[in-house]
């Protein structure tokens, strides 16, 4: 495996970018399919370069690699438009496009239309992973925490917890309700058209759980008939299949963790190696998605895997399984509604645990969202734009061993949002938003609010932003049964983001993009986990203060090369003179990046770091730095196949997030692609 990675590193770091060629630009215009009238506040983004056309509907793209690229244009009120466009060395290619009315339908749009929003295309996400976990681990500081082989892959921002970031897919949160968490690793990034970030407080235009940022996943539409099979050390593989038929889209998937891989055996147990068992499962997921004047979705996934323990007290025979069914609906039009019904269980058990009585324990829950709105255009003083209120509901319920009886939840809330924009050769834009929740046990609705400012002129934008956020706590706080070593919490308050002010910059060059953002805010009742003096654990409030920034540089020396890198800093720190780290928030993460692709070959390298990470309040003992290297190498075999091998953490770092959750270390994946014409 060593080897493989020095080769690939190798033909990463030629010198030579022969047939380099003249980049170009992209110059276009975008008017209203119906009346023909310029469209001010679109979006155009070919690869990664992106524009906000002028109130006369101009844009232009600068910096284009030769070669063909899919141009996509949106604007909120308008149907995405998308075409494949050939550009030529050093030739500026002129373009009209002509974009349909179509009202607002989705919530994710909703969110885009937010000045500073970042994106990255499904063929970027591809080359840094097979699933998005993998794929969006270290982008514009998103971290994602796991605990082991076939572990949830969660994410987090701005030092917030894997239970703070709400993630939309095609508009509608797949974050467990029990937990609050969303698990990534269970998208594949060939089923992704586009990931959205909006980092921050976000819970007044996505709803709860974005107190820390929205992660927003647009899926591919039109799908030719594709799979691709993969095979990876430790007895890790899957497969995966996707089609769309018409109005109809289907994706389903099968995969199988690592059972088995070495561990370096902590000091307190006599160090050495050790094999590190129980820790891999077998994971199905299947959705349908049906599109039309209605649409609707289908998911469902179930596992079954080992629950290892930690190192120092592994649990070789614990097993767990998991299962959701989520059905999803939502019309078009002015009016707008949307609906979903979920079902969920989960069983933990261990017949011989190596402490305490053996164990099975079973939670069963079910729950419904409902959502209708009206949105409208206006237009006053020079401004255009849209505006909505939507009134929304939530209800779930719970049972079995794990959780208390009788335990449900309901939660109700009111929003408003606009999004203004005006402006031709300097465009300002303005997104305000408000809402109002109430919920089981909350007898004061709680009001949070926030206004998004943007000014563009040319290739340099700039954002600022300040507002509030407020979620309840997890479900799993709230409701779960007291067991051995954990105690309920029945006062827990939610967390509010009291105020939070960022701003931001982007710049486009000549070669490329740079962004920096910085942000600086109190988070008062943060939910976080610890012990009391007889190590007693259970959910507690604390005040904190978070701040921070992102700094993040793209560039495209040539056709074939594209080098990224991304630095973050978060400091989330409780809020009392000397305030200490909150446990396992890192405050630094980097990310750098490699693609080069030469016709029929592409290699790519990444590098990633984690920073240190404290396992207490008090500040003490870190858990060491983690870096972790990928690299990968991919042939196109004609118009069908393609084959990939990668060397996922090619150091052999084993790095632990958690203390005493190590993964399997390096690790060969080879994959197998076909994609029908």
């Known amino acids: 495996m060593s080897r493989c990675g020095g080769v690939l590193a190798a033909l990463l770091l030629l010198p030579s970018v022969a047939g380099a060629q003249s980049p170009a630009r992209v110059v276009g215009k975008v008017i209203d399919a119906t009346t023909g009238a310029p469209l001010g506040a679109a979006e155009a983004r070919l690869g990664d370069r992106r524009a906000t056309t002028s109130s006369e509907g101009g844009f232009v793209l600068g910096g284009v690699s030769p070669g063909r690229a899919t141009l996509l244009v949106r604007r909120v009120g308008y149907a995405p438009w998308s075409d494949v466009v050939d550009v030529m060395p050093g030739l500026d290619r002129d373009i009209t496009v002509e974009l349909a009315p179509l009202p607002l339908r989705l919530d994710s749009l909703t969110v885009v239309a937010a000045p500073g929003a970042i994106s990255i295309s499904g063929e970027q996400l591809m080359a840094r992973g097979g699933d998005l976990g993998r794929a969006l681990d270290g982008w514009e500081g998103v971290v994602v925490r796991r605990t082991g082989s076939g572990s949830p892959a969660s994410p987090q921002l701005r030092g917030g917890g894997p239970d703070e970031v709400l993630v939309l897919v095609d508009g509608f949160a797949v974050n467990d309700p029990f937990t609050g968490r969303a698990d990534l690793a269970r998208l594949s990034s060939r089923e992704v058209d586009r990931v959205t970030l909006l980092p921050g407080a976000q819970t007044v235009r996505a709803g709860s759980r974005a107190v820390a940022g929205v992660i927003v996943v647009d899926t591919r539409r039109a799908i030719r008939p594709e799979g691709s099979a993969w095979m990876a050390g430790h007895g890790a593989r899957g497969v995966r299949a996707g089609a769309s038929v018409g109005e109809l889209g289907f994706a389903a998937s099968s995969e199988r963790y690592s059972d088995r891989f070495p561990y370096t055996v902590p000091e307190a147990r006599g160090g050495g190696e050790s094999p590190r068992l129980n820790s891999g499962g077998d994971a199905y997921a299947g959705s349908v998605r049906l599109e039309g004047p209605i649409e609707m979705t289908l998911r469902g996934s179930w596992a079954d895997r080992g629950l290892p323990g930690t190192t120092t007290n592994p649990t070789p025979s614990a097993a767990g399984r998991d299962r959701t069914v989520f059905l999803g609906a939502r019309g078009t039009g002015p009016l707008r509604w949307s609906g979903s019904a979920q079902w969920l269980e989960t069983r933990a058990a261990d017949e011989a645990p190596p402490t305490g009585l053996p164990y099975d324990s079973y939670t069963q829950g079910v729950g419904g969202t409902l959502e209708a709105g009206y949105r409208m255009s206006i237009r006053a003083g020079g401004w255009s734009g849209e505006t909505g209120v939507a009134a929304e509901g939530r209800g779930d319920r719970?049972?079995?061993?794990g959780v208390q009886r009788g335990a449900s939840f309901t939660q109700a809330?009111?929003?408003?949002?606009?999004?203004?924009?005006r402006g031709s050769a300097t465009v300002w834009t303005l997104a305000p938003a408000a809402r109002l929740d109430v919920w089981t046990g909350q007898g004061t609705p709680l009001v949070s609010a926030r206004v998004d400012a943007g000014w563009q002129r040319g290739r340099t934008g700039l954002t600022v932003a300040f507002g509030s956020a407020v979620t309840p706590p997890v479900l799993a706080d709230l409701l779960f049964r007291e067991g051995v070593g954990v105690r309920l919490n029945p006062d827990l308050r939610p967390e509010r983001v009291r105020w939070e002010a960022e701003a931001g910059v982007?710049?486009?060059?000549?070669?490329?993009?740079l962004s920096a953002r910085v942000f600086y805010g109190k988070v008062g009742d943060m939910v976080v986990w610890g012990p009391d003096f007889r190590f007693i654990w259970s959910p507690r409030n604390f005040d904190v203060v978070r701040r921070g920034g992102e700094l993040s540089l793209g560039v495209r020396p040539a056709a074939s090369l594209r080098l990224d890198g991304t630095a973050t800093y978060s400091a989330v720190t409780y809020d009392i003179p000397g305030?200490?780290?909150?446990?396992?928030?890192?405050?630094?993460?980097?990310?750098?990046?490699?693609?080069?692709?030469?016709?029929?070959?592409?290699?790519d390298l990444r590098w990633h770091r984690i920073g240190e990470r404290f396992p207490n309040s008090a500040g003490t003992n870190p858990r060491p730095a983690i870096s972790i290297l990928d690299a990968g190498l991919e042939r196109s075999l004609g118009q069908a196949f393609s084959a990939r091998v990668q060397v996922s953490d090619a150091a052999d770092s084993r790095a632990e997030f958690i203390a005493g959750y190590p993964t399997p270390g390096r690790m060969l994946t080879a994959t197998l692609t076909f994609e029908l014409p």
Request: no cysteine; glycine share 8%; charged share 20%.
């Open 579 to 603: 305030g200490a780290q909150v446990q396992y928030r890192p405050r630094v993460t980097y990310n750098a990046s490699l693609v080069w692709s030469p016709g029929a070959w592409s290699a």
């Open 506 to 513: 982007r710049r486009e060059i000549d070669l490329g993009t």
């Open 398 to 401: 719970f049972a079995g061993d």
């Open 413 to 421: 809330a009111l929003r408003w949002d606009a999004s203004l924009h």
